[in-house]
């Protein structure tokens, strides 16, 4: 038996609570994790509520992510005693993840921790700041240089936009933060935001294309906002769109692409390939200023995770939440 979150659906309805855990509801899986940390990511907001199918498989433990150490291997890649870390493949969706004491998995899914990093730190980064630097390496790949404009990063309040304004400002871009929060404005500046905008200036329906502003821009809202993003996007610009924290949909038009040659990449955490993972952990090491890191980390303990999941959906946390596994 093992401590954790366990998520039932039954006739009963939607249910998610801390409880010991059977060994027997793990997965098969190569290698066993003792988890230290996990944390809560957007979808782990989504699972814990139950406010969109994120979960496809009952009884399940959810959490996307987890950083521990191997406790068993039958994969000749993991030993005992190896520091790793693991986002997405469907871990706390199809197959039990990170929210619990105890997590197997496939080896080909882990990644080695970074010596740079802790577990916890590893966690108050996360899904949500791993995939803030697939969206900068997107837009460093398309050639975007910090003397070539504003970067605009939205949802800047939340885990993806913190990260990424902390990477954007750290490796020289400056960086305008877009937030429905402006009370957290000093807050954003001092990641590293050169200017703060309110995300009505985004938000409301705007025309096809618009005054160029932005040499690139991560995105995690959708909806109009990503519309009116690529809409002010200078000519041959890119936007690197990964959230839907506004809305899944996207009324925009194809003149900014046809016009202006921006580019639109698509950015997914969940089944990207080792070597991506490992390029982007390698940067973050690199390229992310701790201190920034532990000043948006939040800590609570496993008990907490279910209420603080449903605040994280309403928009009320702000960066990093990490959960210690142990309390
Ligand atoms: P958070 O909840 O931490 O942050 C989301 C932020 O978006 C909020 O803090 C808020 O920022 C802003 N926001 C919330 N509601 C709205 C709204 N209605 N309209 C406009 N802005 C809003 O989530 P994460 O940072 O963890 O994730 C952000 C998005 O990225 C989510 O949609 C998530 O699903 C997605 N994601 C995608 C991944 C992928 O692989 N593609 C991986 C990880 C996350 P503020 O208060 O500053 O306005």
Request: net charge neutral.
């Amino acid at each position: 038996m093992f401590k954790g979150i366990l998520i039932t659906k039954d006739e009963a309805g939607y249910h998610a609570a801390v409880q010991q855990i059977d060994d027997a509801v793990l997965p098969a899986g190569d290698v066993t994790v003792r988890v230290e940390w996990s944390t809560l990511n957007y979808k782990d907001g989504l699972a814990l509520t139950g406010k969109s199918p994120v979960v496809r498989r009952f009884p399940m433990v959810p959490g996307i992510d987890f950083a521990g150490t191997v406790s068993e291997s039958s994969d000749p890649a993991w030993k005992v005693g190896d520091r790793v870390v693991l986002n997405g493949w469907g871990v706390g969706e199809t197959h039990c993840g990170g929210l619990a004491e105890v997590a197997r998995v496939r080896g080909e899914w882990l990644v080695p921790l970074p010596a740079a990093f802790t577990t916890r730190q590893a966690m108050a980064i996360g899904t949500a700041g791993y995939t803030a630097m697939l969206c900068v390496l997107a837009l460093e790949k398309h050639g975007i240089k910090p003397g070539d404009g504003e970067v605009l990063v939205t949802g800047a309040n939340g885990g993806v936009g913190s990260v990424a304004i902390a990477l954007l400002s750290r490796l020289g871009y400056t960086v305008v933060a877009s937030t429905g929060r402006p009370a957290e404005a000093e807050h954003l500046k001092a990641l590293g935001a050169a200017e703060v905008i309110d995300r009505s200036e985004l938000s409301a329906p705007g025309k096809p294309i618009g005054k160029e502003r932005w040499a690139g821009v991560v995105d995690t809202v959708g909806s109009q906002t990503l519309a009116n993003a690529c809409a002010t996007t200078k000519y041959r610009g890119a936007v690197a769109a990964c959230g839907l924290a506004g809305g899944m949909d996207f009324p925009a038009t194809v003149a900014p692409f046809i016009l202006r040659g921006v580019t639109l990449y698509g950015i997914d955490s969940v089944m990207a390939p080792l070597a991506v993972r490992q390029e982007a952990w390698a940067r973050l090491a690199r390229d992310l200023d701790i201190a920034k890191l532990d000043a948006i980390t939040n800590e609570i303990g496993l008990a907490e995770a279910i209420d603080v999941g449903a605040r994280l959906l309403e928009g009320k946390v702000r960066g990093r939440v990490v959960v210690d596994i142990r309390r």
